[in-house]
């Protein structure tokens, strides 16, 4: 046991996770149709390469990405493409988004394969290609494209750290991933190691997950590269900048990240998802979600092909139960709230969590702020959440600047002590939207100003060239003027002197 340091703040939370991990990982059937939508990552969505009525195989690319921070899209299982239109996206605000429909032909065939050579006389810069190639995002909800965190830039790793906390409540498809399929972990986290030419990998388990750390530990037994690491189940210690404190007692710099201390951290099942990619060819086109909540009957893991509709998982878990309410993709802290089970799973989707009446009825009227000061205890970034709300209210954006409001991860353990019940997240949300909106007008206002001035330049340019041209042409007339009277001049002296010639001839 490595020595252990302390985050401010945080909440210890009941787990109820037990409902969902009494049984195996179970494999979703194929779907009649999937929903496949062009964009499952941050950055700019994929560009549909597939046609309506063409059929195409599992794993096979149907859409590219230009933007370096994407990446592309393959098709989950092989059949037919039957549509390219509009759906309810898996975000909080219900809007539609493009999907590739596809009629699995149930075969599941997949596109032809190479195995690769030993993965460790690769080049690093290979290895990464591949990586975006099979689309491997981060799987613990934020879906940044794993081939950037590999390409440190300037920048030597030490410590690469496999995030297996999984500290929200409710969620456990890490945990099970952990408890089942640990050798696919490590042998991930081996490509990762190699990828970053780190020095060791740190695999972080919570102390509330003995079945998970066991079976981690009885896997990497001959593994002297690696580290199985037990830290307190303490919320939310599965942060990134949490973590890294936790385990090294180093401060990740304000708006900074865990690269600025040589540090990369990563998910569990993305490693899993990296060592399929590369060691059998397998685009990340799956991953394991937890189904659960008092709101269905059966809670369990399930293993679902991505753009599976939600509502077959749900199915799969027994079906709802008559006072199941709302449906929520993540835990109960950071997750959001569905407007419909019709979306698909998404690579971003680690949880189902339907609730009933009875789970939120805690929830009541807010009231104003009394200054309490229990929010700033609870603050995991040691920030001052009353402040932010009062600046959120009023909009001052330069009061939430200066009081670090994007140092904030929105973890909500301040909404949940909060006596007078303000959702306070939902303010700093609301709060990061405003500046958002903002420095992207201050961008238009700064590019229509250097537009202008350009114009501005460009006009006086040309009026000045005119003029220039003009003040050429003036000169060039006068000249040829005078040249021309010249001429005359001299055509006027021949003559008379032609006449006198000739008056002195009549003469003589």
């Given at each position: 046991m490595a020595k252990l340091y302390k985050f401010p703040g945080g909440l210890k939370l009941e787990g109820h996770k037990t409902a969902s991990t009494s049984q195996s990982i179970s494999k979703a059937s194929i779907p009649t149709r999937l929903f496949v939508p062009l964009n499952q990552s941050i950055g700019s969505p994929g560009e549909c390469i597939v046609k309506k009525g063409q059929y195409v195989l599992k794993g096979e690319l149907i859409a590219r990405v230009t933007d370096y921070v994407a990446v592309p899209v393959h098709a989950p299982s092989s059949g037919t493409i039957i549509d390219i239109q509009k759906f309810p996206a898996a975000h909080a605000s219900g809007l539609p988004c493009d999907v590739i429909i596809i009629e699995p032909d149930g075969k599941d065939e997949w596109m032809a394969r190479k195995p690769l050579a030993d993965i460790n006389k690769l080049d690093p810069s290979e290895l990464r290609n591949m990586i975006r190639c099979a689309v491997i995002v981060g799987l613990?909800?934020?879906?940044?494209?794993?081939?950037?965190?590999?390409?440190?830039?300037?920048?030597?790793?030490?410590?690469?750290?496999?995030?297996?906390?999984?500290?929200?409540?409710?969620?456990?498809?890490?945990?099970?991933?952990?408890?089942?399929?640990?050798?696919?972990?490590?042998?991930?986290?081996?490509?990762?190691?190699?990828?970053?030419?780190?020095?060791?990998?740190?695999?972080?388990?919570?102390?509330?997950?003995?079945?998970?750390?066991?079976?981690?530990?009885?896997?990497?037994?001959?593994?002297?590269?690696?580290?199985?690491?037990?830290?307190?189940a303490i919320y939310p210690t599965g942060g990134e900048r949490q973590l890294v404190k936790v385990l090294t007692g180093k401060d990740v710099p304000s708006q900074g990240l865990p690269l600025d201390l040589n540090i990369i951290v990563s998910n569990v099942a993305t490693a899993a998802a990296v060592h399929h990619a590369l060691d059998h060819q397998r685009?990340?086109?799956?991953?394991?979600?937890?189904?659960?909540?008092s709101g269905v009957s059966s809670p369990r893991n399930i293993e679902a092909l991505i753009g599976t509709p939600m509502s077959d998982l749900i199915d799969m878990a027994g079906g709802y139960?008559?006072?199941?309410?709302?449906?929520?993709?993540?835990?109960?802290?950071?997750?959001?709230?569905?407007?419909?089970?019709?979306?698909?799973?998404?690579?971003?989707?680690?949880?189902?969590?339907?609730?009933?009446?009875?789970?939120?009825?805690?929830?009541?009227?807010?009231?104003?702020?009394?200054?309490?000061?229990?929010?700033?205890?609870?603050?995991?970034?040691?920030?001052?959440?009353?402040?932010?709300?009062?600046?959120?209210?009023?909009?001052?954006?330069?009061?939430?600047?200066?009081?670090?409001?994007?140092?904030?991860?929105?973890?909500?353990?301040?909404?949940?002590?909060?006596?007078?019940?303000?959702?306070?997240?939902?303010?700093?949300?609301?709060?990061?939207?405003?500046?958002?909106?903002?420095?992207?007008?201050?961008?238009?206002?700064?590019?229509?100003?250097?537009?202008?001035?350009?114009?501005?330049?460009?006009?006086?340019?040309?009026?000045?060239?005119?003029?220039?041209?003009?003040?050429?042409?003036?000169?060039?007339?006068?000249?040829?003027?005078?040249?021309?009277?010249?001429?005359?001049?001299?055509?006027?002296?021949?003559?008379?002197?032609?006449?006198?010639?000739?008056?002195?001839?009549?003469?003589?």
């Open positions: 613990g909800g934020a879906a940044f494209p794993t081939f950037i965190k590999l390409n440190p830039v300037g920048h030597q790793i030490k410590t690469l750290i496999l995030n297996g906390a999984e500290c929200e409540p409710y969620i456990s498809c890490d945990d099970m991933l952990m408890r089942e399929r640990p050798d696919e972990i490590l042998a991930g986290a081996k490509i990762m190691r190699h990828a970053l030419n780190a020095e060791s990998v740190i695999v972080a388990v919570e102390d509330n997950k003995p079945e998970a750390i066991a079976s981690l530990q009885a896997a990497s037994n001959d593994l002297g590269w690696v580290a199985i690491q037990s830290i307190p685009p990340l086109i799956s991953r394991i979600i937890t189904v659960t909540g139960t008559e006072n199941a309410d709302r449906l929520i993709m993540g835990g109960p802290m950071m997750g959001i709230t569905l407007k419909t089970d019709a979306t698909p799973v998404v690579k971003a989707s680690n949880c189902l969590l339907v609730q009933t009446p009875a789970d939120h009825a805690t929830e009541a009227i807010s009231r104003a702020c009394i200054r309490c000061g229990e929010c700033v205890k609870v603050c995991p970034v040691k920030l001052l959440p009353q402040q932010l709300y009062w600046f959120s209210q009023s909009k001052n954006l330069d009061g939430l600047q200066a009081h670090h409001l994007f140092d904030c991860i929105e973890c909500g353990c301040c909404s949940v002590v909060c006596p007078s019940h303000i959702p306070l997240v939902q303010y700093f949300r609301y709060g990061k939207s405003e500046c958002w909106n903002k420095e992207q007008e201050t961008i238009k206002s700064d590019r229509a100003r250097e537009r202008t001035e350009a114009r501005t330049t460009r006009l006086e340019r040309i009026k000045a060239e005119k003029k220039a041209q003009h003040a050429a042409r003036a000169k060039k007339t006068a000249a040829a003027s005078d040249d021309r009277q010249k001429e005359i001049q001299a055509a006027v002296t021949r003559s008379k002197a032609k006449k006198a010639e000739n008056a002195d001839t009549r003469t003589t």
